[in-house]
């Protein structure tokens, strides 16, 4: 019992002493809004509708960006990692690649696309595709050659392997890069929204800060946390039934 | 006859072939790159026959099993088994060192990898579990691999090598890394199916005793070619620390370390 209340107790107690702050006027409304405050400016948004609206569509984003960069960085990785052909064409241009910060870009794909839904779309998709295609790439690499090798001595095809052997021997591997590139995705997302958006959370935000609006800029920063924890734990989840057969991801 | 679903053995004799394949080297060479392991190997195993091949590491014995296997290729001279000579033959099963199961299928899934793709799930299964009663895990079909012990490893591995009632079992020191007791009963496992099946065996040890306890022949493997050839006339099931069982592995020894 004490190990499930104890860890929200520090929490607990922040929340309190904000509070506190706030309501005998230690901290300014302008600098920090209670939590009271930024409640009912949720509450708010929420009632109006602006709030789903504007979560929807930066869901959307980083859904799009995520599948069309993971999808290919899954694709590339798994290729790289089974065809030394295609890993010696391709991969020391892709690395050269990686060390260019996709953030640091975003001029260029503002020139591009203008501030549309192509340009947020683009930014996830490559700040996702690396960190799945080094994992994807690395899992398969690393899949034990004595696994192989009983494979092929007991008649498998090159198919059955892949589908028996490679592919989970490779995977977690590939969940590691696949959560790493779920943060990555909501970092990117909230970077592009907002320095270029006409809508999203944060587009609310910039928004909200152009009207003075603290308790709904902090709504939104408090949003994109609570997606990206939502993420993480999807990820964590789907880690746990995949990999159930692996002493270090089963439930204690 | 009544054909046992749960005695593999007799449905592979109710299609009328003789269980135990014969193999035959005639002038086996094989070299990777500069070195030759392989110095001209001569040898016919009859059907049913238990050969152990012994010798120091390094002197090609693994290589000679892995050639009979069909997972290499001979540099020059031919390897047939069951009169085929072109390569893997899907009579052959082997086992290796480690168990090499695949961590992420349970234990029936494993077994069942020694069957032909072909054959449905439900069926595979049944033919899992009947192997695995056959090496003492009836029960543990549905464990992951990660819980079991080295020597229960070993046992879904020879399971999963007996699924499909191969007429050659080919172990590359299948019990070296198992302790001194669980081999012991591996041994004694391996002895009792091979009699039961008839197949073939060919068993790759660096422990004499362990060839003498087994084996109706050993070859000695010296610098890529057979240095002795001892048949095993001892009745079984052996005991351990019988006299005439220690004078063969004496006499094994002398050659080995050149006394």
Request: aromatic fraction near 6%; hydrophobic fraction near 50%.
């Amino acid at each position: 019992m004490s190990g499930r209340v104890l860890p929200w107790v520090v929490p607990a107690l922040i929340l309190l002493l904000w509070q506190a702050a706030a309501q005998f006027g230690l901290l300014s409304n302008q600098v920090m809004p209670a939590p009271s405050v930024v409640a009912e400016a949720a509450w708010r948004l929420l009632r109006s509708g602006k709030l789903l609206v504007n979560v929807e569509i930066s869901t959307w984003r980083a859904l799009a960006g995520f599948a069309i960069g993971g999808g290919i960085g899954f694709a590339l990785g798994m290729l790289n990692g089974l065809s030394s052909l295609s890993e010696t064409l391709t991969d020391s241009t892709l690395q050269m690649v990686r060390n260019v910060p996709h953030l640091a870009l975003i001029p260029l794909v503002i020139l591009w696309f203008g501030i549309d839904e192509e340009a947020k779309v683009f930014l996830v998709a490559l700040g996702v595709f690396f960190p799945i295609y080094v994992n994807t790439q690395h899992g398969v690499r690393s899949v034990d050659r004595q696994l192989l090798e009983m494979g092929r001595a007991y008649g498998m095809s090159e198919a059955a392997l892949f589908r028996y052997v490679v592919l989970p021997g490779a995977l977690p591997s590939i969940f590691v890069g696949l959560r790493y590139g779920l943060g990555i995705m909501w970092l990117t997302l909230i970077v592009a929204e907002t320095i270029s958006a006409s809508s999203g959370i944060g587009y609310m935000a910039m928004n909200a800060r152009e009207f003075m609006q603290v308790d709904v800029v902090v709504v939104s920063i408090l949003i994109y946390a609570a997606l990206g924890k939502l993420a993480d734990s999807l990820a964590r989840l789907l880690e746990r039934v995949c990999l159930a057969w692996n002493p270090v991801y089963a439930r204690a | 006859m009544t054909i046992d679903v749960l005695s593999p053995l007799a449905v592979e004799h109710s299609h009328g072939s003789s269980v135990g394949a014969p193999v035959l080297l005639r002038g086996v060479r094989k070299s990777f790159g500069d070195h030759q392991v392989l110095r001209g190997v001569d040898l016919a195993i009859d059907p049913g026959q238990f050969v152990a091949i012994v010798g120091r590491s390094g002197c090609g014995k693994s290589t000679l099993l892995r050639l009979i296997a069909g997972l290499d290729a001979p540099s020059e001279g031919r390897v047939a088994v069951d009169g085929r000579a072109d390569g893997w033959h899907d009579a052959v099963r082997l086992m290796f060192q480690e168990a090499r199961l695949l961590p992420w299928q349970r234990v029936a899934r494993n077994v069942g990898i020694g069957l032909a793709h072909a054959r449905g799930r439900g069926d595979r299964h049944r033919h899992a579990v009947a192997a695995l009663r056959q090496v003492g895990l009836a029960g543990r079909e549905n464990a992951w691999p990660s819980v079991l012990s080295g020597g229960q490893k070993q046992r879904v591995a020879l399971a999963r090598a007996l699924v499909s009632h191969p007429r050659l079992l080919a172990l590359d020191e299948p019990l070296g890394a198992l302790d001194a007791l669980t081999r012991i009963e591996m041994q004694d496992l391996i002895e009792a199916v091979w009699q039961e099946k008839g197949f073939t065996a060919i068993v790759v040890t660096h422990d004499v005793s362990e060839a003498v306890a087994l084996a109706d022949r050993i070859l000695l493997l010296d610098e890529g070619r057979v240095a002795m050839d001892v048949a095993v006339d001892l009745p079984r099931p052996r005991r351990r620390g019988d006299p005439m069982a220690a004078a063969i592995e004496g006499r094994i020894l002398d050659r080995l370390l050149h006394r």
